[in-house]
């Protein structure tokens, strides 16, 4: 088995989809559009050196999949950067800070050194926790 396709809830796929595409750099995998389930919208990006990995812009559905107060906690998660996180590694933290801040990316967090890499952190427009990581040191066991 492997991991193909991550989520992030989104409050705007078309604001999800420019940040994504034209501030972080990322390609469109898939943009597909079913009437058949209410016009529901599979939207996903990726970066284009990653081919087989892709990851959900989705729509946070209304009612009768989720109920409007659900909804609102998504909303509110989201927007506090607790309903999602995507890590992103690099080679090089710092060129890649540089380059996002002049395509308008707004970070939370200006790259740092830490005991595994150099770190950085920024939110999408709705509001999802995004790290960019230089590893340096072995994350793994």
Known sequence: MKISVA???VQD???ALAFWTEKVG???RKD???PELGNFRWLTVGPP???DIA??????PGEPIIDKATQAQIRD?????????VFLTTEDCRADYERLVARGVEFTEA???RPYGIDAGFRDPSGNAIRLTQVTWALSA
């Open 7 to 9: 989520q992030l809830w």
């Open 13 to 15: 796929q078309e604001e």
């Open 26 to 28: 990322f390609e469109v």
């Open 32 to 34: 597909v559009t079913m």
């Open 49 to 51: 050196e990653q081919e």
């Open 55 to 60: 990851v959900v812009l989705m729509a946070i």
């Open 77 to 85: 998660l989201a927007a506090k950067g607790f309903a999602g996180t």
């Open 111 to 113: 790259p740092e050194e």
